[in-house]
């Protein structure tokens, strides 16, 4: 007989850098469940966002396609229907689907019902676009076009929620992926449970040495909010798995722990709230996947870099289906299974900037390997971090006359990635037109009530 499919049971947080959780060696933070889930999966520790954004991101995500192909590189845009989806490839192959929380791939307003023709391929549904008032947050419910409210903490109601689904599954011989989709810790740090509003003393706070001292007293204190988010967050986690073993789902389901893209909070001269940028708080993600049938109940650090699209073709590998040919990821499944760590170049990008840090202010692609990261700007050379040696990336290694035989090397690699992708690098403006989008005046797309969905305009393959 053929074996059993694995359920999938995908936990994603929104911000949370790379760098945040005690596994990870951030001094202040607690996070036992995700320390404990560390030691029982794959730890990738070279995990990056395709394009540190939500939108962008969650497009790249569910189509293992990049940015510059779907044109999904601002956030509040439409993800067309044109585009296939893990959810329709899952349920293609048999699969149930279920979504529970945050969206932000409708583009018809942030507050607006999203209807089942519009929700790729996700059949239980208890979502809504963007909303990140944690403690009076809206969501829509199957075909009800009802607004409603999430009790308390959203977090923690999600997490009651897809338990209710996860018990709701017994006796059911399909297997099924559920996506949980969490607000936390992006901002507001504040919106907290009144228990957990001062679980941190931003005086004790110990920020990373690449955090300017003009701006320590300010991202002391966004940070205590910030990793409130991430202990109560990694409290819904180890609900989660409490619940899958105590069902006995545990060691034949994929359970991964990510997120979508990081938070800055000071470092390099960038202010709490800044992605979007290269440096390694924003563009590395954490990254946990566990399946017991592929690595038994121990766990390893894996080196191997990755991406976005590659991180939606693994998924599928690791299931057992063949990504389908629009996937642009690369299926690292023999990397999960055991095989060794390949040094890799990971590409990641920036098309068109809103962040406002004028000292970022600009387009880039960049490349993450084993122990390095080189970015490129449209003026030429710009990032080149030893991260080995540099783990807070202090040493631009750029202009170093040592580094230069490494440059170019790096540099080949950069190029050799986006020639596999058929990305010449151009100006914003290239792509802005390409797809045909009209901006906000913040840069990006306006989510204001009653602003026309744009959609990107359909490009030949």
């Not at 030691?39 to 497009?59: D, E, G, H, K």
């Not at 004790?204 to 966004?222: D, F, G, I, T």
């Not at 202010?271 to 399946?291: D, N």
């Not at 802005?432 to 009209?438: A, N, V």
């Amino acid at each position: 007989m053929t074996p059993r499919r694995p359920s999938v049971v995908f936990l994603l947080a929104d911000q949370w850098r790379g760098s945040a959780t005690g596994y990870a060696g951030d001094p202040n933070v607690r996070t036992p469940r995700l320390d404990r889930m560390a030691r029982r999966s794959l730890m990738f520790r070279n995990a990056v966002s395709v394009c540190p954004i939500c939108t962008p991101y969650r497009a790249a995500l569910l189509t293992g396609r990049y940015p510059t192909s779907t044109g999904m590189f601002l956030n509040d845009l439409y993800l067309p229907s044109r585009e296939l989806t893990l959810a329709e490839v899952f349920r293609g192959e048999g699969y149930d689907t279920a979504y529970i929380g945050k969206w932000h791939l409708d583009g018809h307003g942030r507050d607006s019902y999203i209807p089942q023709e519009r929700r790729q391929g996700w059949d239980y549904w208890k979502a809504a676009e963007c909303e990140h008032a944690y403690l009076n947050s809206h969501y829509y419910e199957g075909s009800s076009s009802e607004k409603r409210w999430w009790q308390g903490y959203d977090a923690f109601a999600q997490t009651d929620d897809a338990i209710h689904y996860l018990r709701g599954r017994a006796g059911n011989p399909k297997p099924f992926v559920l996506f949980v989709s969490y607000g936390p810790p992006h901002n507001p740090h504040f919106e907290l449970p009144e228990a957990a509003r001062n679980l941190y003393d931003p005086d004790a706070v110990r920020m990373p040495p690449n955090v300017a001292p003009e701006l320590l007293e300010r991202s002391r204190k966004e940070a205590s909010g910030y990793y409130a988010h991430c202990e109560l967050l990694d409290g819904c986690v180890g609900r989660i798995l409490d619940e899958m073993e105590r069902l006995g789902i545990a060691d034949d389901s994929i359970t991964i722990f990510t997120s979508d893209h990081g938070d800055m909070l000071g470092s390099q001269g960038c202010g709490p709230f800044t992605k979007q940028v290269p440096w390694s708080e924003s563009a590395v993600v954490p990254l946990l996947l566990r399946y017991p049938r592929l690595h038994g109940s121990g766990g390893r650090v894996v080196e191997t870099p990755l991406n976005t699209p590659d991180l939606a073709a693994t998924l599928l590998g690791l299931a057992g289906i063949a990504p389908p040919p629009s996937f642009e990821g690369e299926d690292l499944s023999r990397v999960a299974s055991g095989g060794s760590d390949e040094d890799r170049a990971s590409l990641y990008m920036l098309i068109s900037p809103f962040h406002g840090q004028r000292h970022a202010d600009r387009e880039y692609r960049a490349i993450r390997t084993m122990t390095h990261t080189y970015v490129r700007s449209l003026d030429g050379p710009w990032l080149l971090y030893d991260d080995a040696r540099d783990p807070y990336q202090l040493r631009n290694l750029i202009g170093d006359p040592a580094s230069d035989t490494l440059r170019a090397r790096m540099e080949a690699r950069l190029q050799s990635a986006l020639l596999g992708i058929g990305d010449r690098f151009s100006h914003r403006k290239t792509y802005i037109d390409r797809f045909g989008y009209e901006l906000a005046d913040h840069g990006s797309i306006s989510y204001a009530p009653g602003a026309r969905p744009q959609t990107p305009r359909p490009q030949d393959r």
